[in-house]
């Protein structure tokens, strides 16, 4: 067996940069595919870094670390926290436009549910939203598109034709 290295049992071994690569013991810390899944999995639902670090068993540090070094982790990290952008706009509009539940007491004592809607939360999504908003007022329907290029088609032409015709009288 001279010349071959036998691995240790347990923990697998991980690559340690530095001046000369080195092989180690992974520790408890250490990254692996399963901690990675769970990470971008939790990130994706919580949007939530030190939460996501404690679901998944890594340190926080780690996580930015191999955030900065690891383009496919931050390329994943990045479209964890877009995924986690969208659901959370969608119950934000959903709360904007169908308000949440606040049970109420009348003075009978008697409970009843209203709907509360938040003005705070309505303007800054209208905030949000106000540019495309104005932009979709100047955008021009399929057909009409199609009408504003067959007039320019046309006078094109007759300009080219205009052209065509003073060349030839010149001639």
Known sequence: MAGKERRPAGRP???VAGQQPQMRKASAKSWTKAKERVFLSVLAET???SRTCIE???????AYRRKKENAAFRAAWLRAISVAYQQLELVLLERAFNG???PVSLRSGEPIVMREYSNQLGLSLLKMHRDSAADAEFELAPDEIEEVRERLIRKLQRKKQRDTDGHAEES
């Open 13 to 15: 071994l991980v690559l």
């Open 100 to 102: 949440t539940e606040k």
């Open 47 to 49: 949007c939530n870094v």
């Open 56 to 62: 998944a068993g890594v340190g926080v540090t780690s």
